[in-house]
């Protein structure tokens, strides 16, 4: 991942030592105009053999999103975890980790990752839904807002767009996503492995907060994004 003058790339294989297997580490370079130079090298505060910590990575504005998808929770094995940290200066500081309120073992939560400025979208490949076949989900996460006693870097997980299934068709809801009231929301439909890849589905209008189609083949995630010309929220699940 990169953002200006600096790259993050994940090393998921890492071993601290001979004999601890894949704890993964993510390494941030800085370009100075004619050369790379390592800043810092990012690791799990409670990493563990075969979590493979920097299986996914991603960058903005000063703050680092990494993906752990193999690590163990208290749940079980490979549920998986997402770490932030935020950098000041040349230095960056481990923020904190993240994990689903629905989390279980082999969920695989943060196989992906994508971050802009205070809204992360986390990939979980394996998440069972509605059967054992691991359908997969994403969550979406943001800033608490200023004045919360939170700081840069500090996110928290999202109410979640509700997906139902009835033969061809999916009927998502959600949850009103602006302080003032919103009439119109614009529905957009994306690649799970492309999190820019999204288009406009359909517009739902007069204030409904649900909307029915016939989604496109293979792995989807979907965003409901307010349309009242001064602030839009966005959720996201597949």
Do not use: M
């Amino acid at each position: 991942a990169i953002e200006g003058n600096t790259f993050i790339g994940g090393a998921r294989e890492d071993a601290p030592f001979v004999g601890q297997t894949a704890y993964g580490a993510a390494y941030v370079f800085e370009f100075n105009g004619a050369t790379w130079t390592q800043q810092a090298k990012l690791t799990a505060p409670d990493g563990g053999a075969f979590d493979r910590f920097g299986w996914s990575v991603a960058i903005s504005n000063n703050v680092v999103a990494v993906g752990a998808r193999e690590a163990a929770t208290a749940v079980g094995p490979d549920a998986g975890s997402v770490y932030i940290y935020t950098r000041s200066g040349t230095t960056w500081d481990y923020q904190q980790k993240l994990a689903p309120s629905d989390t279980f073992n082999g969920d695989r939560f943060g196989s992906s990752v994508a971050l802009s400025f205070g809204t992360l979208l986390v990939g979980a490949a394996e998440k069972a839904l509605t059967s054992p076949n691991g359908q997969g989900a994403a969550y979406y996460f943001i800033s608490n807002p200023a004045g919360a006693g939170r700081v840069p870097g500090d996110l928290a997980l999202e109410s979640r767009l509700n997906v139902t299934k009835s033969g061809n068709n999916l009927t998502l809801t959600w949850n009103w996503s602006c302080v003032t009231t919103d009439t119109d929301f614009g529905v957009y439909e994306g690649l799970l492995t492309n999190f820019t890849s999204h288009v406009p589905v359909l517009c739902s209008t007069g204030g409904a907060t649900t909307a029915t189609f016939a989604p496109a083949a293979g792995n989807r995630y979907y965003l409901v994004v307010a349309q009242n010309g001064s602030e839009e929220g966005s959720y996201g699940y597949t």
